[in-house]
């Protein structure tokens, strides 16, 4: 077994009213401060396994991150039990580790001797991992005048060059660009097929489908499931969006068209709110005419949170022909993998 955790808790006193000044100090000297109590892990167990690549995913403040900081040693933990087995390499928070005021040089021999290279073995790797991370103009600049990108490419490239039993990963990865992201997904093949122990938090639910042998949700402090990939994806996207609501009521109705209702079926033909990393699913929308449309156009898109739009599909777009629409009668649009669905329905 890589890493064993029993009865894990953690928790943080945030205080009610903070002293920040020493006037305030002197002024007030026995004024007692109240705390409240912030339990971010509770009763935590779980197992990984050597060689196993596992994900823990859950909501912002669910307690993930400092599972991982406790894991590392960062974080003491007020109760329970940690056992790891093997050379430990964290990769958790952009700048750990590294000195601002020294150049990318001097901060891979230290942070490489950290992870438990010789000094010796680390200089023999600078040039490797100075060129992983494709900064060799920039090996005597000093790291406070590095660009966040270009801190996470050299934290990484020394991660993954100290031939690490354990790594613990946090989303910093997000910081990096495209590029850099591929380069990632490429060491996490090689490390996963050597059998390397990589512990991954993540919000990217394509990369716990792609990577991991095994996942676990966290929520609240309390791990709510461990299992295979795709059922702790399809339960982290159903706790997400369990609130969230349609917003085609806020959808302004035009003089020609109203969108009556938009909706997302599974492979089943189940209307669901979420689907599965590499699951099937179909788009539909039924629009109500107002007034007559001679040769109507009907498209629908889908955009990502960016407003970046991923998707688009439309009857003239597949080279279709709708026929023309008479007032009040009911379009529903249904598009499948290659195909347009129209049914038509007047309303009386």
């Known amino acids: 077994m890589a890493i064993r955790v029993r009865g894990l808790e953690k928790a943080f006193r945030i205080p009610n009213h903070r002293v920040h000044t020493l006037k305030e100090r002197v002024l007030h000297p026995f004024r007692s401060t109240s705390y409240n109590e912030l339990r971010a892990l509770r009763g935590i167990d779980f197992e990984v396994g050597q060689g196993e690549f596992f994900g823990i995913v859950g909501r912002n403040g669910s307690g993930k991150s400092t599972l991982l900081k406790c894991l590392a040693g960062i974080y003491k933990a007020d109760a329970g039990r940690i056992e790891l087995a093997g050379r ?45 991370g494709e900064l060799e103009g ?6 406070k005048n590095y660009s966040s990108g270009m801190q996470v490419r050299l934290a990484f490239s020394v991660m993954v060059h100290t031939d690490p039993n354990v790594m613990l990963i946090d989303e910093v990865l997000a910081v990096g660009d495209a590029a850099f992201q591929q380069k990632c997904i490429d060491v996490f093949y090689r490390l996963r097929a050597q059998g390397t122990t990589i512990v991954l938090v993540t919000h990217a639910m394509g990369w716990v489908e792609q990577f991991c042998h095994r996942a676990m949700i966290i929520s609240g402090g309390y791990i709510t499931k461990i299992g295979s990939p795709t059922e702790v994806a399809r339960e982290y996207l159903t706790e997400n969006f369990r609130n969230v609501t349609s917003d085609i009521s806020d959808h302004p109705t035009g003089a020609e068209i109203r969108v009556i209702d938009a909706w997302v079926t599974d492979a089943q ?38 407003g970046v739009r991923i998707f688009s599909a439309g009857a003239r777009e597949d080279g279709g022909q709708l026929s023309d629409l008479e007032p009040f009668e009911r379009l529903r649009q249904r598009r499948e993998s290659v195909s347009l669905m129209f049914i038509r329905k007047v309303v009386p």
């Open 138 to 143: 920039f090996v005597d600049q000093k790291l």
């Open 269 to 306: 033909d189940r209307r669901v709110d979420t689907i599965a990393y590499g699951e099937t699913m179909r788009l539909h929308v039924s629009l109500e005419t107002l007034t007559p449309i001679r040769a109507p156009g009907i498209a629908m898109w889908m955009s990502n949170e960016d």
């Open 88 to 132: 430990l390499s964290p990769f958790i928070e952009l700048g750990v580790g590294f000195n601002p005021d020294l150049p990318a040089r001097d901060n891979v021999v230290i942070n490489a001797v950290m992870m438990g290279l010789t000094p010796r073995e680390a200089r023999a790797r600078f040039d490797e991992i100075i060129a992983f």
